[in-house]
């Protein structure tokens, strides 16, 4: 028995999406349907649509989402049928040269469905980020869906499934913050805003926000931010300089992606200080650098996908500081709206008026 469930599509580069009905194969081995029960709107799904990611439209767009399993494939058995589950656009595959080097999330060969969602007329859908969550049920890979607490709710525990988690790892994965280190995190979204929270949680000393916006400064400071930067009225390499005894900080993070944000990422560094790079750059920019400063400020500029995270262990972690009132995932959710909603979402998000909004199925 297949299903037929309402999806959000984007068809064509730069055209509002539309939701359409699509058709869900039953699991093969290996595979898991999904019943979605939230699923969070991340400015990757925007690039997607705009084709700065591939140009393999048409897309099924959602990726960070919560939901209980519905069906599974032969083979399957660290999920069944009642599980709920948050989605992961990483699943290792234990075989490929970086598994076998010991590190997984770099994971090079990671698993999603074998089969095909199609729209009515047949023709294929690629699922945002290997996931397509905007919709009533989806196919993944049963190692994408990792179990979680069920008391978490879904708005709150699907956001952790992206966004949360890639700038949560930025801090506390890739930049690898340590108590008393200070960190600056320019671009206060959903991704910086949990940059700030995970440097914190993990016992940063000073917690630097940037942002052009001041509504997102505000947010920042309730993630954990100790001093904030408005890089409309200040130069941020100069304010984190002052505001590091002149040094620069220990661990910088960009959650923009532009030449000028990952630039002053470099310069507002600590000599021998980290340079981590978490926001996705449109592929048509290029950035200069005196190959002098790259040599002698030192140091190491890493790039974080998914916040270096193994879903499997990194999931089920955050649930539980969430449960526990230590990680504040419900401060991401700015509202919850439906399907047909998500191009108004996008229009919010690039207004700057919200961290995330959910959608609930
Ligand atoms: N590397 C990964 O694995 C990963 C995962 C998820 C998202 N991302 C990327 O992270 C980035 C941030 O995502 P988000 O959902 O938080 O987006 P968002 O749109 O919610 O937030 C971006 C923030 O940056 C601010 N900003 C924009 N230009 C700026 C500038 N020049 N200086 C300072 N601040 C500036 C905006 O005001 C906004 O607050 C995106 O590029 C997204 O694609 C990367
Ligand atoms: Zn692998
Ligand atoms: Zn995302």
Request: net charge negative; aromatic share 6%.
């Amino acid at each position: 028995m297949a299903y037929q469930a309402r999806a959000v599509v984007a068809k064509e580069r730069g055209a509002p999406v539309s939701v359409e009905t699509v058709h869900v194969p039953d699991p093969s081995p290996g595979e898991a349907v999904v019943r979605i029960q939230a699923c969070g709107v991340c400015h990757t799904d925007l690039h997607y649509r705009e084709g700065a990611i591939t140009d393999g439209f048409p897309f099924l767009l959602g990726h960070e989402a919560a939901g209980t399993v519905e069906a599974v494939g032969d083979g399957v058995s660290d999920v069944g049928p009642g599980d709920y589950v948050v989605l992961a656009w990483r699943a290792p595959c234990g075989r490929c040269r970086s598994c076998r080097r010991g590190r997984p999330w770099y994971c090079f060969d990671s698993a999603n469905a074998a089969q095909p969602m199609t729209l009515a007329d047949g023709t294929p859908l690629a699922p945002a980020l290997g996931i397509g969550a905007f919709t009533e049920r989806t196919l993944v890979a049963a190692g994408q869906a990792v179990k979680v607490d069920p008391a978490a709710r879904p708005e709150a525990a699907g956001l952790i499934g992206c966004g949360v988690m890639a700038g949560f790892g930025a801090a506390v994965h890739t930049g690898a913050v340590s108590p008393g280190d200070s960190v600056a995190v320019i671009g206060c979204g959903g991704v910086g805003d949990a940059a700030i929270a995970g440097a914190a949680l993990v016992g940063a000393r000073r917690v630097i926000a940037v942002d052009l916006d001041p509504r997102k400064l505000d947010d920042a400071l309730r993630f954990g931010a100790t001093h904030t930067v408005d890089a409309t009225e200040a130069d941020p390499v100069e304010a984190i300089r002052e505001l590091t005894d002149g040094h620069g900080a220990d661990v910088v993070i960009d959650a923009v992606g532009l030449p000028q944000t990952f630039r002053q990422a470099f310069y507002a560094r600590d000599l021998a200080g980290t340079l981590v790079q978490v926001g996705v750059p449109d592929p048509s920019v290029t950035i200069e650098l005196p190959l002098i400063d790259l040599f002698g400020r030192g140091g190491a500029l890493k790039s974080s996908w998914y916040g270096d995270c193994l879903p499997s262990r990194d999931f089920p972690m955050l649930i539980d500081l969430y449960l526990q009132g230590r990680f504040d995932l419900d401060r991401f959710v700015s509202e919850t709206l439906a399907l047909d909603d998500v191009e108004e979402a996008f229009a919010k998000m690039q207004r700057g008026e919200v961290l995330r909004s959910v959608v609930v199925l």
